[in-house]
T-cell receptor, first 117, second 113 residues
Framework: EAGVAQSPRYKIIEKRQSVAFWCNPI?????LYWYQQILGQGPKLLIQ????????DSQLPKDRFSAERLKGVDSTLKIQPAKLEDSAVYLC???????????????FGEGSRLTVL | DAKTTQPPSMDCAEGRAANLPCNHS???????VYWYRQIHSQGPQYIIH???NNETNEMASLIITEDRKSSTLILPHATLRDTAVYYC??????????????FGKGTKLSVIP
């Protein structure tokens, strides 16, 4: 089965510019997560979707970050305007919503590496 | 905040067992312990999880103490490809029947030839 797809893999922008990252989760996975991973740290949850609704966005800096999952499948994470401290890898993960017969594991994409100059 | 404590780094000789400890002294009765690893430049990968009983799969074994305040991930025969950052995570419920994984800094395991 195809894994979680993310694009672009790499992006370099200047501060105050905008950027968008795209995620296509594994087919049928109802829950989607965006994580931010700064160099040397573990991934930090930004936002969690269940189908097309937001479950938790408490750690999303809403003055500059936005995310959507309009049809409950693909998702986009946007940063506008970017700051130097936004330099990080942005990871998308998905999992099935079915509680039985599965490990409940999250499947991660390879991430999108953002460098803000 | 992460609810787990792990050593920042460990070394293991190739072919030997790697034992990675994790403390989760504030874990609640219905919270699972998950282990993930992250190889350089890749997304985290699921390894194993457990609630009370010890668990084993094709990748590793998970030993959970009886009081559930700590656990150990065991890679029985470490190879160079097991060099990675290993995360011990307590799964917490996020409401609406869903849950989240909160990552700490993990343990960087270096397998040495």
């Amino acid at each position: 089965e195809a894994g979680v797809a993310q694009s672009p893999r790499y992006k370099i922008i200047e501060k105050r510019q905008s950027v968008a990252f795209w995620c296509n989760p594994i087919s049928g996975h109802a829950t989607l997560y965006w994580y931010q991973q700064i160099l040397g740290q573990g991934p930090k949850l930004l936002i969690q979707f269940q189908n097309n609704g937001v479950v938790d966005d408490s750690q999303l800096p809403k003055d500059r970050f936005s995310a959507e999952r309009l049809k409950g499948v693909d998702s986009t994470l946007k940063i506008q305007p970017a700051k130097l401290e936004d330099s990080a890898v942005y990871l998308c993960a998905s999992r099935t919503g079915q509680p039985r017969g599965n490990t409940g594991e999250l499947f991660f994409g390879e991430g999108s590496r953002l460098t803000v100059l | 905040d992460a609810k787990t404590t792990q050593p920042p780094s460990m070394d293991c000789a190739e072919g030997r067992a790697a034992n990675l400890p994790c403390n989760h002294s504030t874990i609640s009765g219905n919270e699972y312990v998950y282990w993930y690893r992250q190889i350089h430049s890749q997304g985290p990968q699921y390894i194993i999880h457990g609630l009370k009983n010890n668990e084993t799969n094709e990748m590793a074994s998970l030993i959970i103490t009886e009081d559930r305040k700590s656990s150990t991930l065991i890679l029985p025969h470490a190879t160079l490809r097991d060099t990675a950052v290993y995360y011990c995570i307590v799964r917490v419920f996020a409401g609406a029947g869903s849950y989240q994984l909160t990552f700490g800094k993990g343990t960087k395991l270096s397998v040495i030839p």
